[in-house]
Nanobody, 115 residues
Framework: QVQLVESGGGLVQPGGSLRLSCVAS????????MAWYRQAPGKRRELVAS???????NYADSVKGRFTISRDNAKNTVYLQINSLKPEDTAAYYC?????????WGQGTQVTVSS
């Protein structure tokens, strides 16, 4: 079973930036479309960005122009550059396959946007 480890979150002021990373174990990472998801307290987990094995990207309307997803298949890593952070971006961020069935969820990385 693939293990996912997210990192890079933190407490930032509105307008700030963060770069999240997610490392996947195993040797099959590169063939799958990957995605970043987030879950705010009391809300359902939502997909915010995805990237195919070939590098095509897609974004939720709420993050377009502010978030950038990328991947390095040689490092089994997917990244999420998040700019112009807003308080409503506060959530735990997770990565996983874009398509079902997903792998077991990692522990996520917390992003808190507050002044």
């Amino acid at each position: 079973q693939v293990q996912l480890v997210e990192s890079g979150g933190g407490l930032v002021q509105p307008g700030g930036s963060l770069r999240l990373s997610c490392v996947a174990s195993g040797n099959i990472f590169g063939i799958y479309a990957m995605a970043w998801y987030r879950q705010a307290p009391g809300k359902r987990r939502e997909l915010v960005a995805s990237i195919t094995s070939g590098g095509s990207t897609n974004y939720a309307d709420s993050v377009k122009g502010r978030f950038t997803i990328s991947r390095d298949n040689a490092k089994n890593t997917v990244y999420l550059q998040i700019n112009s952070l807003k308080p409503e971006d506060t959530a735990a961020y997770y990565c996983n396959k874009r398509d079902s069935p997903g792998w077991y969820w990692g522990q996520g990385t917390q992003v808190t946007v507050s002044s």
